[in-house]
């Protein structure tokens, strides 16, 4: 009985494992496609692919290099490249969102303009 038990535990960890694994492979083993700077050349957009007509992005503080965020995976479509919102809030892979700049903590408040926060004193 115990050896049964044994052997279960040990299935049910390798399987877990695997799953964790193809989960991580999914954008682990993606690799950089192209990149691309914002139009006020804040932010730089990387695009790793990660299989014919799927694509996801890391998104950079161009400035300094810091890594702010990574996008889901997306399709890609014909790969037209980026193409920025006319208010400059979203970034869009084809018609794919990939970035809201309101979801991250960043001094600039889009990707278009040299808007700042205000910052109160």
Not at 11 to 27: C, H, N, P, V
Not at 44 to 57: L, N
Not at 66 to 72: N, Y
Request: aromatic residues 14%; negative net charge; contains cysteine.
């Amino acid at each position: 009985m115990k050896k049964i038990i044994i052997t279960l535990s040990l299935l049910i960890m390798i399987f877990a494992s695997g799953a964790l694994f193809l989960k991580w492979a999914e954008k682990g083993l993606a690799t950089p496609d192209w990149e691309v700077i914002s139009p006020n050349k804040k932010f730089k957009i990387v695009i790793y692919c990660v299989a014919e007509y799927k694509s996801f992005a890391k998104l950079y503080n161009n400035e300094t290099g810091v890594f702010i965020g990574e996008s889901p995976v997306v399709d890609s479509g014909a790969g037209t490249g980026i193409w920025w919102d006319p208010d400059g809030y979203l970034a869009f892979l084809d018609m794919s969102m990939l970035f809201d700049i309101g979801e991250f903590d960043t001094k600039h408040t889009t990707f278009t303009e040299l808007r700042q926060y205000k910052i109160n004193n």
